[in-house]
């Protein structure tokens, strides 16, 4: 918008706490929200359930004439093992709950860019969620196969070269996080996947920006509930800024 500072990613994140409370978004937030907060919870009870077998697994491995670092490693295991959940918990079961909400989400993106651009949009309804879900699905299935290959590479980056390989984790997850979020606005306007992958390219500060915020709002128990719908809403208001005015004339949603 001319006239107007241009915002990082973390600002746009946050711009999303602001408009999931928007009067109009608000029944729009709530399937979102309920996936995120049922997967999230029985998920991270489950993981949380396993560490202390896992921890006690790896003491047994320790010999016995190394019993003094027992105790030490019982310090350090449990909370480390906490931080790898919660980084590692934050993208995969964020990426399941996109799957399960995946129609929803798109609809949030479009009443969300409804609501800044006070454009009407032609849509059929929920009959029309419903009847877009193999696309949307399949859209998912393409950010999987992107995912993977790329996942496995920097899993044996993280587990070869401790520090450096967790940070490589952690930026990777945080790009991720932005393409998983910023999708949803450019495939409401049938703009092509590598297409959106090159423009968060060639924006790459603001998409790592808000990706890593993304990623660390996922990892803070109760708030990781709101991140779905909080990210959405940053990922559209940040195309409506950023990438509308080059790639809109592509969309369908014309209100035409």
């Known amino acids: 918008m001319q006239g107007q500072q241009p915002k990082s990613g973390v600002a746009y994140f946050f711009q999303g706490f602001q408009l999931i409370q928007t009067k109009g978004l608000k029944r729009f937030v709530f399937i979102p929200l309920m996936v995120n907060l049922l997967l999230f919870s029985v998920a991270f009870y489950f993981l949380l359930q396993q560490i202390d077998g896992a921890i006690l697994w790896v003491m047994d491995l320790v010999p016995e004439w ?6 030490w490693l019982s310090v350090i295991l449990w ?13 995969i079961f964020s990426s399941i709950a996109n799957w399960l909400a995946a129609p929803f989400n798109g609809l949030l993106a479009e009443r969300v860019e409804q609501h800044l651009t006070g ?3 032609d849509d059929g309804g929920f009959a029309a969620v419903l009847k877009d879900v193999p696309r949307t699905l399949g859209r998912e299935w ?3 196969v992107y995912y993977i290959p790329r996942a496995l590479g920097f899993l044996i980056i993280f587990f070869l070269l401790p520090v450096f390989g967790q940070v490589i984790w952690f930026l990777f997850t945080a790009w991720m996080m932005a393409i998983q979020y910023c999708d949803y606005p ?13 423009q968060l ?5 603001t998409a790592f920006s808000f ?4 990623t660390l709002f996922a990892m803070v128990p109760i708030v990781n509930f709101l991140v779905m719908p909080v990210a ?16 809109g004339a592509r969309s369908n949603l014309s209100g035409q």
Do not use: Y
């Open 66 to 71: 190394l019993s003094w670092l027992r105790d």
């Open 79 to 91: 909370p480390l093992a906490v931080v790898i959940i919660l980084v590692t918990f934050s993208f």
């Open 119 to 121: 454009q009407q949009f």
């Open 142 to 144: 393409t950010k999987l």
């Open 186 to 198: 450019f495939d409401n306007h049938k703009v092509p996947f590598p297409v959106m992958r090159d």
């Open 201 to 205: 390219g060639e924006a790459k500060g």
């Open 211 to 214: 990706g890593l915020a993304v």
């Open 232 to 247: 959405i809403c940053g990922a559209t208001a940040m195309w409506v800024d950023k990438f509308r005015p080059k790639l």
